[in-house]
């Protein structure tokens, strides 16, 4: 394990693994850089790859109050120990956090974006207005693990009948543990989970290359926030994995990220 100071002097820990050009995996809601050890794995033949805990994840540093912009900052930051570019993949929310930092970030030359959880349209329901906030009162009372079902069942959409036997399972209290963090998760994403169509403007300063995928097995509204982020980036292209789902095999993915990344 290694780390990096990002500019409002939290500390950042990360692991690098392989040789190449740097690549940083950005993780989703709950997870912290252990989530990501396979697929670094994986690519370690091809890049030199940096997985990284998140702000108050695993053995990452936190302070209040929490910003998207500081995240965005944690980012950069590694991309600084990574020489000043590299490329970068992002899975769920995480996607939609790496796809923020190239806005404010040059160093990034190149985006893989694996399927961010907008909510363009009415193929689920769209989260309650109070969404974060509840999250934040719950974690903030030390409800971890309602904070965790709340987020389960109102913002994945897992049937409130799966929930008993995911708490018995070994890695909840390992959820639990990064419960206060689901907030944050949903400050990146905004208002960008209402059902409404996504802003225009929001990203059109980046014009990198850009493949955004999704799996075929998905549901209606990941695959459909897939095509809408495409139309709306300057140079995005949408590629399927059939009979993937929103957790992607990394054994799939990894051919892909090689043929997009260095072609």
Do not use: C
Not at 3 to 9: A, I
Not at 129 to 148: I, K, M, T
Not at 163 to 173: A, L, R
């Amino acid at each position: 394990m290694s780390t990096v100071t990002s500019k409002d002097g939290t500390t950042i820990a990360f692991e690098t693994t392989g040789e190449g050009p740097p690549l940083v995996i950005v993780g989703g809601a709950l997870s912290d850089r252990h989530a990501a050890a396979t697929q670094a794995g994986l690519l370690a033949p091809n890049f030199t790859v940096s997985a990284y805990d998140r702000r108050g994840r695993g053995d990452s540093g936190d302070r209040s109050p929490y910003a998207v912009e500081r995240e965005i900052e944690d980012l950069q930051a590694l991309v600084e120990e990574a020489g000043g570019t590299t490329y970068a993949l992002g899975h769920s929310s995480g996607a939609v956090l790496a796809l923020d930092a190239a806005t404010a970030t040059p160093g990034i030359t190149k985006l893989v974006l694996y399927e961010p959880p907008f909510v363009v349209d009415d193929s689920r329901p769209p989260l309650p207005d109070d969404y974060v906030q509840h999250l934040d009162e719950l974690a903030a009372s030390g409800r971890r693990g309602e904070a965790v079902e709340y987020f389960m069942t109102t913002g994945v959409g897992v049937p409130a009948e799966a929930i008993p036997s995911m708490k018995e399972s070994p890695f909840w209290p390992s959820l639990e543990a990064m419960a206060h963090t689901l907030s944050y998760d949903g400050r990146i994403m905004g208002d960008n989970m209402a059902g409404k169509p996504l802003p225009s403007d929001r990203w059109s300063t980046v014009t990198i290359p850009t493949l955004v995928i999704d799996g075929g097995a998905s549901p209606p509204s990941l695959r459909n926030a897939v095509q809408a982020l495409v139309d709306v980036l300057p140079n995005a292209r949408r590629l399927t994995l059939q009979g993937q789902t929103h957790e992607v095999d990394p054994t799939i993915l990894t051919p892909v990220l090689v043929e997009f990344l260095t072609s």
